[in-house]
């Protein structure tokens, strides 16, 4: 690799910096603009040690003017990651459209928008956003699984805008935010060291070691997934958007799996929408989806948004054929329970803890509808709450064929280790059909 103009040292630093050891083989070296350099360096090479294209946008070239020569190196780039099967990584610093190309340009943008659909969810797709990534640049990078913006980088679709890179994290646009370059790329090659490169690959193997943090029933969504995890291994999507839920990649006696843990309290539109978009990403790859549930109840301020959200999680989930665990913690009461918590939800296995709560109405409900005459005699609502959920217990869901297993919390490592372990040589075929309607 060597410089050879001075002003694509922005883009090959960058580049440098992604691949490992600093060492890429660049594609396309010589392809320019009639009227100068094509503002794109592309390249392949080992990025957390596993082979990768990237592509890296240049600012200082025009303004970082998008040139139809700099789409025909992308769109290269794309055509040779659906031959070979290996993820691309694009870096974008680009104001826009050169205007100068006119619409030739525009037609070879089309290419790219098309390119990176036809192999969304084939091959891993991992946007950086560096620079400026405005307009229909923003919506090609938001097309890519998973979106790293660095911090005081500009990420939208209409200008002028005012949004931050924090606004883009905490509306979950970007699903990571990195201080600076150095650490956007880090992220990369975590990422990609840890994902299968494609839909027919395998999982990756690594060496493990097992978290020393002990999980009790007090645990919060992201300890628990640390504890249960092997250590180390976590990494956290779209952490700042929608609290209510934790969605996180991490491996398993050394296999990779995805980590959808509810925390406790209604689901919201925000919280199925991150939920759903995490189990599709995982299931395009094959990787087993682990569900952690505590839900209590739908939120009710907007019960349409919430229908609406909640029909496409449960579609999603019912239509992954990736392994699928679920794992009641606490609660899990109501239409949550009866989509995504009960054995025939979809799962291959239900667990649940030895105190969790299992119920197909919200508690209020059971005790009005199984309690009324001992509600009009007037016994206590909360003493009759009480007595409900006892009897909606763990145990008596497991006797009653509801749940495969009833364990304490510090055993969930060990039963999720067996049950991936059944669930290795997973197969499931399904109806002929292009894609579900909702």
Request: charged share 20%; glycine share 8%; hydrophobic share 45%.
């Amino acid at each position: 690799m060597s410089i050879s103009n001075e002003n694509e040292i922005a883009a090959r630093q960058r580049m440098a910096q992604l691949f490992d050891d600093g060492v890429f083989s660049e594609i396309d070296a010589l392809a320019k603009s009639p009227g100068g350099e094509s503002g794109v360096i592309a390249g392949f090479g080992s990025v957390g040690g596993a082979p990768a294209y990237a592509f890296s946008q240049d600012i200082n070239v025009n303004g970082g003017a998008v040139t139809a020569a700099q789409c025909k190196k992308i769109k290269k780039i794309y055509d040779l990651a659906a031959k070979t099967g290996c993820p691309v990584v694009g870096i974008y610093d680009s104001n826009g459209v050169s205007l100068k190309e006119g619409i030739d340009v525009l037609g070879e943008y089309s290419d790219i928008v098309k390119a990176s659909a036809s192999v969304s969810g084939v091959v891993l797709q991992i946007a950086v956003i560096a620079g400026a990534c405005l307009g229909t640049s923003a919506v090609v990078a938001n097309m890519s699984d998973i979106v790293i913006q660095v911090e005081n980088s500009d990420f939208y679709i209409t200008t002028p805008s005012s949004l931050t890179a924090k606004d883009c994290h905490e509306a979950g646009t970007a699903d990571i935010l990195a201080s600076d370059f150095a650490s956007a790329a880090q992220s990369v090659r975590e990422l990609i060291s840890l994902l299968p490169p494609n839909n027919l690959a395998e999982t990756p193997l690594f060496d493990f070691a097992e978290s020393e943090t002990a999980l009790n029933s007090s645990a919060g969504a992201l300890d628990a997934i640390c504890a249960v995890a092997d250590a180390g291994s976590v990494i956290e999507i779209k952490s700042a958007w929608a609290p209510g839920v934790v969605t996180a990649f991490a491996t398993m006696a050394g296999s990779t799996v995805g980590f959808v843990a509810f925390d406790g309290g209604a689901l919201s539109p925000k919280s199925a929408y991150k939920s759903e978009a995490f189990i599709k990403l995982c299931d395009a790859y094959n990787i087993p989806i682990i569900m952690f549930i505590d839900i209590d109840s739908l939120e009710k301020e907007n019960e349409n948004a919430v229908l609406v959200a909640m029909t496409k999680l449960v579609s999603t989930y019912k239509s992954a054929t990736a392994a699928k665990i679920s794992v009641i913690t606490k609660s899990a009461i109501g239409a949550p329970y009866v989509l995504l918590g009960a054995k025939n939800s979809g799962a291959d296995f239900v667990f649940a803890w030895e105190n969790a709560v299992l119920s197909a109405l919200e508690i209020s409900s059971a005790v009005a509808f199984l309690y009324n005459d001992r509600l009009a005699n007037g016994e206590d609502r909360k003493l009759l709450e009480s007595e409900y959920a006892a009897g909606a217990g763990a145990v008596k869901a497991a006797e009653a064929g509801a749940v495969d297993s009833v364990f304490a919390p510090g055993e969930t490592r060990a039963a999720l280790i067996s049950a991936l372990d059944a669930l290795a040589g997973k197969r499931e075929t399904t109806i002929a059909r292009k894609h579900a309607v909702k």
